[in-house]
């Protein structure tokens, strides 16, 4: 009989159980009691958020057609659930009446907490350049976790697997965040004092989405980019197990400053 995609998901979900315990009572959340903690987390959480939005193009770029001229690809349905996802985090409501994309959002916040923008604004302008990543942030001097978390991402990019990079985004990022976030927004609510509305703001959108709407999108696209193939479902996997690895050696680095 041929095991059912809930039934194949939940194993991948009590495999990674450990880790995301870890991500969830890491002490990172204890270290942010004031505004320049603050601003210390969303100079480099700044980067993920980034790289978020490339790992999501990357899965559009597999599962839909994005050259021109354009050609129509048979799965209708993997094309719909990507493009769903897309319309929430590339062009999702600001809360003032316009769009934007959640990392231009993301910006917004830092620059309402007084964090320092100009490093991401100058990595972005590099990559924006045609510098690779890992040179742009070897210029850029991003902190080794930082750097790590960036590398570790591009290389579920560069497999250019679907199921791969389709399983680094469901379970390290959009399973995850809604937990990871209520944590933050939990911490902010205590400490912040009111200082950082649009970061509150953000949070609370990526808790709606990822928790009621993308994240079952994404275990779905999962399942329609893995089918009744046992080596896809090994490596989406191993996928899932690396993303949060990534994410907890972010959060140690924060932690200790590396």
Known sequence: MTESTESRIAKIEA?????????LSHPI???LTDVAALQNFMQRHVFAVWDFMSLLKALQRESTCVNIPWTPRADGASCRLINEIVLGEECDEDGRGGYCS????YIDAMREVGADVEPINAFIHM????IDVVSAGLHAALPASVDQFLLQTFQLIDSRNPAVIAAGFTFGREDLLPGVFQKL???????????ADRFLYYLHRHIELDGDEHGPLSRR??????GDDDAKWHAAQHAAEMALEARLELWNGMVSGH
């Open 221 to 226: 696209l999962l399942g329609l980019l893995c």
């Open 29 to 31: 959340y204890e270290q």
């Open 15 to 23: 495999a990674l159980e450990p880790r995301r315990e870890a991500l």
């Open 185 to 195: 927004v939990e911490r902010i609510n205590e400490k912040s004092h009111g200082k």
């Open 127 to 130: 990559v924006a350049d045609g």
């Open 102 to 105: 959640h990392f231009e959002l």
